[in-house]
């Protein structure tokens, strides 16, 4: 009998002896289910072997530093793209490119993924994703799923968390800097918070062929701590939009100090504004980035006061609403794009902020204050007309109907379904959720606790995320899955849209390293700068040259190149006892740098299990002590050795090097 008709059975009689159709709940929040309504779940969630999941989900890992991808419907976690830290996994932080790239640090704090935009959809290039800890910014290439660029410290910036917020065609990801500290001096006390600190947002430009980031300039904002931050879309386009806390310019006790005003504010800004006041020289320079004044510069910057401490804002798909849940209120605000910029033409400005900003009049911009329920944090959208609001405090999704609506209309009646979620959900996301076009299927729900939801690991719970199908009138929860730590945001994208490579095409390789051959290989040694350098051969199933030699003390770079041609044909680099494992892909070429320190021998093998003769792709460094003479080398510093014979052509089908 089938495993699955053995559950099916199972199932049915513990239905029986439940007497009442539904199953026991066994954990906490467990929600009473029939057996009908068990398998429909299964149904919608499982792909079965041999199967592709539909969807991408790229997730962050928060202070993990990496980006997590899992398949949805089955949730299943298929990779880790690791950003902000050293992965042995993939090699990431050992060469010589991706340490450079990490720099100093060897943490991130990875919050908000962001894919690049076409038109308001996502066009499948570039995934960019912020560092709240390290004031950075990175780009993943969609086209290998690899981190490419990281771009920061941005100056001016600490805790850069109202980040990375893509442009409806990726001119910019826009980031705004969560705590303020002082401009122009590098140290001022803190008893001068309110006055000498300031805040920025930063508009950092995206090169529309590489997706190049560099710092375009920069607005000086009022010492609020920015929190989230949203782009707009269709009429709000040319605009972006960041809730803040703390506008009560506290410092300290922050828990209930900066709750204390009614109200907080959300930065309403033209970026295009920005944009033209930096090429109009309407600016100063700090740090050595052009910064606007908004005051002096009107136009670039306005606030909208919205209920107690916000935290997310979000833009519907047809760019016409911005909302914005206040966690210390149970509502959302809606407010009114057209009665924003109408409020802007008519000068209705409820007062100006000390640092001269102006204020809108809330009762001429909002539509609707919706009672969503307790502790909403973030909204997303399905296409169809409603929003989805996570609450933190309740523990729970709530679905809403977006504007137009009708006079006089009963806000609660706005709620039309709840779905209640294991625990304590933080973002929320649904298929295509920031662009113009959701596709209103799946919404995965990111919470923060899971309690007794999984078999005991100890103390260090996973999270838990949930997916729930939001095609029909109701929500509907299939699966739960459990991730690293720690999921915020993510994006969820249809498989159609991202098309990676399986192998990097040798006729496209710009290394100058790279050898293809044998033949190829190459190890020189400048005595006078008692610096090796080789170009590493390696094949199914060994790297030439198998044995190299090297005097103790010697600074070694090798520049190793997969000469596969075939997908999944990775092979790695490990060197014993020097803290050093390269993972290089088919068609890849990768320098490792290191110094011979220690006279002896440590040999080198293949990381990665590639063919049936994995075990025997080895060979020596050989380190020979300080004063005795090496062996391997001629008269020019070139070493010599026994070489294998060319391969011949390797039968790679060239066709499945764009995928599928
Ligand atoms: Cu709500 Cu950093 Cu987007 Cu986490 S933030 S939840
Ligand atoms: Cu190459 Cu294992």
Known sequence: ????????????????????????????????????????????SYVKPGDLDEYYLFYSGGHSGQ??????????????????????????????????????????????????????DYDGRWLFVNDNANNRIARIDLRDLKTKQILGPVPNTMGNHGSSMVTNNSEYALVASRFSVPIGEKYVPLDQYSTKYKGAVTGIRIDPNTGNMSVGWQIMTPPFDWDL??????????????????????????????????????????????????????????????????????????????GKSPHGVDVDPSGQYVICSGKLQPTSTVFSFAKILEAIKNKDF????????????????????????????????????????????????????????????????????????????????????????????????????????????????????????????????????????????????????????EFYPKDESKNPNAVWTPAGAKVVRNAARKTVEGKVYAIRSYFEPGRIEVQEGDTVILHITNAEQQRDEIHGFGLTAHNLNAVIDPGETKTVRFVARTAGVFPYYCTNFCSALHQEMQGYLEVVPRGRPLLAYNAKGEMTWERRPTPPVASADASHGNGH
């Open 1 to 44: 009998m089938h495993r699955t008709t053995m559950a099916w059975l199972a199932l049915g009689s513990a239905a029986i002896l439940g007497g009442c159709g539904e199953r026991t709940p066994q954990v906490p929040g467990q929600q009473a289910m029939t057996t009908g309504d068990v398998q429909k779940a299964a149904l919608a």
């Open 67 to 120: 980006v997590f991808v899992a398949g949805v419907p089955s949730m299943r976690h298929i990779a880790t793209i690791p950003v902000f830290a050293p992965y042995p996994g993939t090699g990431y932080g050992f060469d010589e490119a991706t340490r450079k790239m990490l720099g100093e640090f060897t943490w991130g704090d990875v919050h908000h993924p962001a894919l690049s935009k076409t038109n308001g």
């Open 229 to 306: 931050g949203a782009t707009g879309k269709g009429p709000s386009t040319e605009w972006a939009f960041w809730t803040s806390y703390n506008s009560e310019r506290a410092t300290g006790k922050l828990e209930s100090a900066a709750s204390q005003r009614d109200k907080d504010y959300v930065a309403v800004v033209n970026w295009k504004a920005a944009e033209a006041a930096t090429k109009a020289g309407k600016t100063f320079t700090s740090e050595g980035i052009p910064m606007i004044d908004p005051a002096k510069v009107p136009g670039v910057m306005y606030l909208l006061p919205c």
């Open 350 to 501: 409820e007062h100006e902020t000390e640092d001269g900003i102006h204020v809108l009049e809330y009762d001429e911009i909002v539509l609707m204050e919706v009672p969503v329920g307790l502790g909403p944090l973030h909204t997303q959208f399905d296409g169809k007309g409603y929003a989805y609001t996570s609450l933190y405090v309740e523990s729970a999704i709530a679905k809403w109907k977006l504007p137009p609506y009708e006079a006089g209309v009963d806000p609660k009646s706005l709620v039309v379904d709840k779905m209640p979620v294991q625990f304590n959900v933080g973002h929320l996301v649904t298929s295509h959720g920031d662009t113009e076009h959701p596709r209103g299927d799946y919404l995965v729900s990111m919470n923060k606790m899971s309690k007794g939801r999984h078999l005991n690991v100890g103390p260090s719970i996973p999270e838990s995320s949930q997916l729930i199908e939001i095609n029909g009138q109701k929500m509907v929860m299939t699966y739960e899955a459990f991730t690293e730590p720690e999921p915020h945001f993510a994006q969820l994208v249809h498989r159609d849209i991202i098309k990676p490579i």
